[in-house]
T-cell receptor
């Protein structure tokens, strides 16, 4: 069964600094990978997704992520963060053997951007 | 269109009470699902439906019932609320259950407290 690990529960960073949020997954079959963002008291919004093809995917708000099959990772990066990026970020995976029907989420990483 | 809507936004229950969390979507989506979000645990799938009249269990189904009599609505029922069901509940939907990717949209959430 698939699982997702987000090792960092909280990442503090200064405004305009780069950031990387780590995500590792466990699966033995083909996967789709996702990053979602949740702003305070809101629902989840899709940041970016990897389905197939290029391993470097770009999303909204200047975020990008790289799929590394050998390391089973899908880390999220942004070269320069803004205060408005303060939010919780969730990595998620769905597997081919469930027909990609079920999304399994990681425990989330809270990004705290300070001036 | 309104997307995915959830009511109520907030609810306080006493142990043993029953209630129904409402979820509706106006996008003619086949697939609908319910998640609960707890601190440090990310989102966990409770139940899902791949179409009207078809439901199945997710990761944490105990204590919850669902039905899908129409394409638009997917209510979540708590028959006898317990403090362990204190959580934020999210409903989500996407166009179809097939292997072709389509984005999953989330509702704004219902914050439930069971005393």
């Amino acid at each position: 069964a698939q699982s997702v690990t987000q090792l960092d529960s909280q990442v503090p960073v200064f405004e305009e600094a780069p950031v990387e949020l780590r995500c590792n997954y466990s699966s033995s079959v083909s996967v789709y990978l996702f990053w979602y963002v949740q702003y305070p008291n809101q629902g989840l919004q899709l940041l970016l997704k990897y389905l197939s093809g290029s391993t470097l995917v770009k999303g909204i708000n200047g975020f990008e992520a790289e799929f590394n099959k050998s390391q089973t990772s899908f880390h999220l990066r942004k070269p320069s963060v803004h205060i408005s990026d303060t939010a919780e970020y969730f990595c998620a995976v769905s597997e081919a053997n469930t027909g990609f029907q079920k999304l399994v989420f990681g425990t989330g990483t809270r990004l705290l951007v300070s001036p | 269109n309104a997307g995915v809507t959830q009511t109520p936004k907030f609810q306080v229950l006493k142990t043993g009470q029953s209630m129904t969390l409402q979820c509706a979507q106006d996008m003619n989506h086949e697939y609908m699902s319910w998640y609960r979000q707890d601190p440090g645990m990310g989102l966990r799938l409770i139940h899902y439906s791949v179409g009207a009249g078809i439901t199945d269990q997710g990761e944490v189904p105990n204590g919850y019932n669902v039905s899908r009599s129409t394409t638009e609505d997917f209510p979540l029922r708590l028959l006898s609320a317990a403090p362990s069901q204190t959580s934020v509940y999210f409903c989500a939907s996407r166009l179809s259950r097939g292997l072709t990717y389509n984005e999953q949209f989330f509702g704004p959430g219902t914050r439930l407290t069971v005393l």
